[in-house]
């Protein structure tokens, strides 16, 4: 997924490369409803991606939990409110993502379970393009903890939503009865330690 091959995975890759130095990676960041065909097709070893629907031809090595925030302009009326709940999501312009990503799964099922229908002020493919088009004042978006995109803006807020159906299931897959070569079940070791030791951390 775009936002896992832009936020921890260089952070993995940094102490993969100090127990592995000469193994040479390719990362193929697509959305999540892409991520699962180049791994059945033997095309990448391991894939990385959202939601909780999985191929009857994969293995799930291991699932964590990346909660969602909702991003807004420092001076937006949500910094002011202590808790914020899917009602005053709802009230606000929304920038969402494309419907074929992880975190779009996620918010829509939230919004439906939750009873709210909302049609998205704008659709956006990548995390950066809703990020500029909050930064324009064209509205709030939803995007998961982990996106490093908000970090760079010191002119929008992050907060936590209070309500637990906002957040995205994460997957590290394989092709089911595929042998891989050691350099990918290591990666896989360290994609699965790294993931492991930052749930507990935030937990």
């Given at each position: 997924?775009?936002?896992?091959?832009?936020?921890?995975?260089?952070?993995?890759?940094?102490r993969f490369r100090e127990r592995?130095?000469?193994?040479?990676?390719?990362?193929?960041?697509?959305?999540?409803?892409?991520?699962?065909?180049?791994?059945?097709?033997?095309?990448?070893?391991?894939?990385?991606?959202?939601?909780?629907?999985?191929?009857?031809?994969?293995?799930?090595?291991?699932?964590?939990?990346?909660?969602?925030?909702?991003?807004?302009?420092?001076?937006?009326?949500?910094?002011?409110?202590?808790?914020?709940?899917?009602?005053?999501?709802?009230?606000?312009?929304?920038?969402?993502?494309?419907?074929?990503?992880?975190?779009?799964?996620?918010?829509?099922?939230?919004?439906?379970?939750?009873?709210?229908?909302?049609?998205?002020?704008?659709?956006?493919?990548?995390?950066?393009?809703?990020?500029?088009?909050?930064?324009?004042?064209?509205?709030?978006?939803?995007?998961?903890?982990?996106?490093?995109?908000?970090?760079?803006?010191?002119?929008?807020?992050?907060?936590?939503?209070?309500?637990?159906?906002?957040?995205?299931?994460?997957?590290?897959?394989?092709?089911?009865?595929?042998?891989?070569?050691?350099?990918?079940?290591?990666?896989?070791?360290?994609?699965?330690?790294?993931?492991?030791?930052?749930?507990?951390?935030?937990?």
């Open positions: 997924m775009p936002s896992f091959a832009a936020g921890i995975l260089p952070d993995i890759i940094v592995f130095p000469r193994v040479a990676l390719t990362i193929r960041d697509a959305i999540a409803n892409r991520v699962m065909d180049p791994v059945l097709s033997e095309d990448v070893d391991l894939g990385v991606m959202g939601g909780e629907s999985i191929h009857a031809d994969l293995d799930v090595i291991h699932r964590a939990e990346d909660c969602l925030n909702v991003i807004f302009p420092a001076r937006h009326p949500l910094a002011r409110m202590k808790r914020i709940e899917i009602k005053e999501l709802t009230a606000f312009p929304l920038i969402l993502m494309d419907p074929a990503t992880s975190v779009r799964a996620t918010v829509d099922a939230a919004l439906a379970e939750g009873g709210q229908r909302v049609e998205a002020a704008c659709e956006v493919t990548y995390m950066m393009t809703a990020v500029g088009m909050v930064r324009a004042g064209l509205g709030i978006t939803i995007l998961p903890a982990s996106a490093h995109e908000v970090r760079a803006e010191p002119d929008l807020a992050a907060r936590g939503i209070d309500d637990p159906r906002f957040v995205r299931h994460i997957s590290v897959v394989r092709k089911r009865r595929r042998t891989l070569p050691p350099a990918a079940e290591n990666f896989a070791k360290a994609l699965v330690e790294y993931i492991g030791s930052a749930n507990t951390e935030r937990a």
